[in-house]
């Protein structure tokens, strides 16, 4: 049964991660009637999964095993209202010179600059709390990566986190955190903006996907199909898409609108990680208590692309990184509380492609270039002299990268041929849809992209109301 709402929302979202409830919030407090689309589950901090393969498999799209057509790169993309804010470690961090002078020289945005971005930026930090991990509950794991640092002079630097009362003395993990904060200390968006927007009205549907959307009688219409199957239809004056990277692009792909807009899917970017472990004689325990407390802020770093955080992931996911069968793998695994982690993370130059075959599949295109190959083994050659300068037995390798911080797809731009949103946050032609997500990123930065995509939904938000109501 396909069931078409009779009413008429003044805006519509499709996504609830980062994006979405900071532009609701804005919205919804200027008395604005407002729908939110989403096709992941709402969690409360009494339901989130409270192991690693129900978390994996109940809060990413295909179970947290999205691949590249040539299989090198798996995509963690989630699939939970929230988004990235309940799956990811919380790291927020502005965008440097580097990293918007090159946004403005490929997409031609005057506003990608430090002076322009640094109001937007205060404004989206003013709605949630940021810290430090404190020195005296850093965890062996950020001590190895510290004091390899430290022998090797490079340059490191607490890591910013969207956090705030851990209560660490509790014996609270960060690990837990990656399937939801069950004590709310994450800002996760349903802690901070969404709670706010919900307040002021804003109407949540989750456990629904759009599977296409139009254009009717100067308003938009999205069919949408729940979790039981049903299809239902709900129509707005204006549409905001907040489903990320390759959400909106297949939306907009399965729609046509790459008709008139032919960028639509191009510029697919992400940050691809590789995590590497050293094993030592006495436990280092990487699993237990506050474990992502540093990242590589060494120039040096930042000028060959790419950059170190010690991080952790649980044992189903290490178990498939390390390489080797049988007793081989047996054998790493039996000394998983002795694995310290690295990881690099190399900030990408080869622009992918997102696609849909006939039948509306997503297909990913995404592969590395040798400069990509040269900045991971870079990176991966400091990671190892880190780990003997200060014990490590062996080394281990992962087996593949992780394709974190998906963005592009979407890109801003001032032509409307070479990209598909223009400054206003609105797609190219169209008065009534916009996007502020990381889809509109024109490449990678090579930082974190949460914060900044806070601050790009402030911003839009206010453009947003200002061309409404002019």
């Known amino acids: 049964m396909h069931t078409v709402q009779s009413q008429t929302y003044d805006f519509i979202?499709?996504?609830?991660?980062?994006?979405?409830p900071f532009i609701a919030h804005e919205l919804c407090r200027a008395g604005s009637n407002c729908l939110m689309i989403e096709a992941g589950p709402h969690y409360t901090?009494?339901?989130y999964p409270r192991n690693e393969l129900d978390g994996t498999s109940q809060m990413y799209w295909s179970g947290g095993l999205e691949l590249s057509t040539d299989a090198k790169l798996v995509f963690l993309r989630p699939k939970v209202v929230g988004g990235g804010s309940i799956v990811n470690q919380a790291l927020v961090d502005r965008f440097d010179d580097d990293a918007l002078d090159a946004w403005r020289a490929a997409s031609g945005v005057d506003f990608f600059n430090v002076n322009d971005m640094d109001a937007?930026?205060?404004?989206?930090?003013?709605?949630?709390?940021?810290?430090?991990?404190?020195?005296?509950?850093?965890?062996?794991?950020?001590?190895?990566?510290?004091?390899g640092f430290e022998k090797l002079g490079y340059h490191l630097a607490p890591l910013h986190r969207a956090q705030k009362d851990c209560r660490y003395g509790d014996g609270n993990c960060c690990i837990e955190c990656l399937n939801g904060c069950r004590i709310g200390s994450k800002q996760s968006t349903p802690e901070t903006v969404l709670k706010k927007a919900l307040a002021h009205g804003l109407q949540l549907v989750p456990e629904t996907e759009?599977?296409?959307?139009?254009?009717?009688?100067?308003?938009?219409?999205?069919?949408?199909?729940?979790?039981?199957?049903?299809?239902m239809t709900y129509r707005g004056r204006h549409l905001i898409l907040?489903?990320?990277?390759?959400?909106?692009?297949?939306?907009?792909?399965?729609?046509?609108?790459?008709?008139?807009?032919?960028?639509?899917?191009h510029d697919f970017y992400c940050h691809p990680q590789y995590m590497n472990f050293g094993i030592y004689a006495e436990p280092v325990n990487a699993h237990i208590g506050a474990f992502q407390a540093f990242?590589?802020?060494?120039?040096?770093?930042?000028?060959?692309?790419?950059?170190?955080?010690?991080?952790y992931a649980g044992p189903s996911a290490i178990a498939?990184?390390?390489?080797?069968?049988?007793?081989?793998?047996?054998?790493?695994?039996?000394?998983l509380s002795h694995f310290a982690c690295i990881e690099v993370c190399t900030r990408d130059t080869q622009p992918g492609r997102i696609k849909v075959n006939r039948k509306g599949k997503l297909i990913i295109h995404k592969e590395r270039s040798q400069t990509d190959m040269d900045r991971f083994e870079k990176g991966t050659r400091v990671i190892d002299e880190i780990f003997r300068s200060t014990g490590a037995l062996e080394i281990v390798h992962g087996s593949f990268g992780i394709g974190l911080h998906l963005m592009g797809g979407c890109v801003m731009g001032a032509d409307p041929v070479r990209s598909v949103v223009d400054p206003e946050f609105r797609l190219h032609g169209k008065k009534n849809i916009f996007i502020a997500d990381s889809s509109i990123f024109p490449n990678a930065p090579g930082i974190n992209p949460s914060l900044t995509i806070m601050a790009l939904s402030k911003m839009a938000a206010d453009r947003i109301l200002r061309n409404v109501q002019s």
């Open 120 to 147: 937007w930026y205060e404004k989206a930090e003013d709605e949630i709390a940021i810290q430090e991990i404190p020195a005296d509950v850093r965890n062996q794991n950020a001590r190895i990566f510290q004091e």
């Open 13 to 20: 979202f499709v996504g609830a991660g980062i994006s979405s």
């Open 242 to 265: 907040a489903g990320g990277a390759i959400g909106n692009s297949r939306l907009l792909l399965n729609s046509g609108y790459n008709r008139e807009l032919p960028h639509i899917g």
């Open 295 to 311: 990242k590589s802020d060494d120039p040096g770093f930042r000028h060959e692309g790419f950059k170190l955080e010690n991080v």
């Open 210 to 231: 759009a599977e296409q959307i139009s254009e009717n009688d100067g308003g938009v219409q999205v069919q949408c199909r729940d979790r039981l199957g049903r299809q």
């Open 45 to 47: 901090h009494h339901t």
């Open 320 to 335: 498939m990184l390390v390489s080797g069968f049988g007793n081989a793998h047996h054998r790493f695994m039996e000394k």
